[in-house]
Structures are given as structure tokens and as C-alpha cells.
Nanobody, 126 residues
Framework: QVQLVESGGGLVQAGGSLRLSCTASGRTFSSYAMGWFRQAPGKEREFVAIIIASGGETYYADSVKGRFTISRDNAKNTVYLQINTLKPEDTAVYYC???????????????????WGQGTQVSVSS
């Protein structure tokens, strides 16, 4: 069992930045690929970014490429999402998710993931 706890959300003006964190319980964090997803009101949950278990490779949704950076610190059981140049359309609840997988494939379907955090709200004002 893995528990995920996100933090770092908030209300920011367009153009601003935030860093989201997601800390996992358990001793096998380095065996999990970690993803960030988001869900805006009335919309489906959408893929944002993924980092493979070793941390060596990342993949982003086109809508965030160049503005968002996913990283992880396996020693701290934590994955981060640095969000720059925020836009009003980035407003959503952001979730981190863990998939027990040590390979290098990118899983962008939220239904592929095994564990989820409770989410953290990001609101961007124009």
C-alpha cells in the first residue's frame, strides 16, 4: 500500500509559478513511475506529466510542455511538479499518482495507475 500526499497548490496570478510536491509512504518509491494529472470542473481528468521510476526520463502533455517540469527525489520519496508561466486554463485540482512499474514506457491513461493522492487545488487568476 502506498499513500500519496500532495501539497503546494494555491491561488496565483497568470504568469506566476508554483511548485507542487507529492510525498509517498512506503519503502519502494523507486519502483514506481509517478504521474501528475489534473481535473478542471466539468472536465475529465487529464494527463500532465510522468517521470519513470529511475527518474531518468520524463514525458509531458503538449499543453504544458516547456512550462512544467516534473522531477523526483527517491531518497525523499517525493515527486515535484514545477509550474511556470501559469495560465487561467491551468486552473484545476492536481493529483499525483503512482504506478508500480520500473520500465521506461510512458503511461498517460489515468486508469493505469495504482495509487492516488487527494489532490491539491491550483487556481490562476487573469
Amino acid at each position: 500500500q502506498v499513500q500519496l500526499v500532495e501539497s503546494g497548490g494555491g491561488l496565483v496570478q497568470a504568469g506566476g509559478s508554483l511548485r507542487l510536491s507529492c510525498t509517498a509512504s512506503g519503502r519502494t518509491f523507486s519502483s514506481y513511475a509517478m504521474g501528475w494529472f489534473r481535473q478542471a470542473p466539468g472536465k475529465e481528468r487529464e494527463f500532465v506529466a510522468i517521470i519513470i521510476a529511475s527518474g531518468g526520463e520524463t514525458y509531458y502533455a503538449d499543453s504544458v510542455k516547456g512550462r512544467f517540469t516534473i522531477s523526483r527525489d527517491n531518497a525523499k520519496n517525493t515527486v515535484y511538479l514545477q509550474i511556470n508561466t501559469l495560465k487561467p486554463e491551468d486552473t484545476a485540482v492536481y493529483y499525483c499518482a503512482a504506478k508500480y512499474y520500473s520500465g521506461s514506457s510512458y503511461y498517460i491513461d489515468w486508469r493505469s495507475y495504482d495509487y492516488w493522492g487527494q489532490g491539491t487545488q491550483v487556481s490562476v487568476s487573469s
